[in-house]
């Protein structure tokens, strides 16, 4: 199993311009988010789906919008980048039946606008 | 307003040291928490977790232990490694939810030979 894969590691957008990051998993996990983690904080919630056509807001949603298709593809849009969005974006899975409760996260998109 | 704090942002101890990461929440409404781990340049590793029915939970070198009437945990570390120095999180859902989770903001943990 890949786990969780993120696409690309590393982008450089200039401000009004717009893209999608990829997140894909192979576990079958009904539940996907998007998180960003800006310096000296926590991770911060975007984006989140609990199955396939389900999405909904986060803490920091504005300026993103997400789809989910599939199960294991959750793709977040930037729709006008702005320096603001400079950030680490990472995705994560978990599943309902978790007993620890955790979710698995990708290696991160680090993004930066200019 | 934090629903989650670490109120240090860094911890240097010894190897072989107990390491104590501490972490206090104010939303009610929480009731599992876990720890993650994270190295530079990498996504968050899940360590442990707890529910809020326990008041401790071990794993190896690392228990957490909950507080529910203060409103605080902590993450022990014995005995303290080199590989353990990374930033370790604190999160915190409402059980429904593991899909949300609420973090604090870290504290990086430097673990010295």
């Known amino acids: 199993n890949a786990g969780v894969t993120q696409t690309p590691k590393f982008q450089v957008l200039k401000t009004g311009q717009s893209m999608t990051l990829q997140c894909a998993q192979d576990m079958n996990h009904e539940y996907m988010s998007w998180y960003r983690q800006d310096p000296g904080m926590g991770l911060r919630l975007i984006h989140y789906s609990v199955g396939a056509g389900i999405t909904d807001q986060g803490e920091v949603p504005n300026g993103y919008n997400v789809s989910r298709s599939t199960t294991e593809d959750f793709p977040l849009r930037l729709l006008s980048a702005a320096p603001s969005q400079t950030s680490v974006y990472f995705c994560?899975?978990?599943?309902?039946?978790?007993?620890?409760?955790?979710?698995?996260f990708g290696p991160g998109t680090r993004l930066t606008v200019t | 307003d934090q629903q989650v704090k670490q109120n240090s942002p860094s911890l240097s101890v010894q190897e072989g040291r107990i390491s104590i990461l501490n972490c206090d929440y104010t939303n009610s409404m929480f009731d599992y928490f876990l720890w993650y781990k994270k190295y530079p340049a990498e996504g968050p590793t899940f360590l442990i977790s707890i529910s809020s029915i326990k008041d401790k939970n071990e794993d190896g070198r690392f228990t957490v232990f909950l507080n529910k009437s203060a409103k605080h945990l902590s993450l022990h570390i014995v005995p303290s490694q080199p590989g353990d120095s990374a930033v370790y999180f604190c999160?915190?859902?409402?059980?429904?939810?593991?899909?949300?989770?609420?973090f604090g903001k870290g504290t990086l943990l430097t673990v010295n030979p």
């Open positions: 994560a899975s978990s599943t309902k039946g978790s007993i620890s409760y955790e979710q698995y």
């Open positions: 999160a915190a859902s409402v059980s429904s939810s593991n899909y949300k989770l609420t």
